[in-house]
């Protein structure tokens, strides 16, 4: 069951629903507020709009990193695996 969860984004208050806990809700929050915190530090940006942009396109390449290196050691695990099989054969 989806639950309403209110958010503060960079300031801007957010009513959002999902299937997520409080907690996990919190925690994106924070991840969020953090990450656009960081591109603030490290770019000349200033309007709202491209700070969020920009550190959607920060997460989105961590994303992105993140699942290549999980896809890699998914076929590491399965040629382990394979491996593994056949010395106990």
Known sequence: MKKVTELRIYGHRLTVKSDEDEECMRAIENYLNNKIEEVK???KAVSTLDLALLAALNIAGEAIKTK???????EKSEELALQIDKRLV
Do not use: D, K
Not at 68 to 74: A, S, T
């Open 41 to 43: 530090e490290n770019t």
């Open 68 to 74: 290549e290196i999980l896809e890699r050691l998914g």
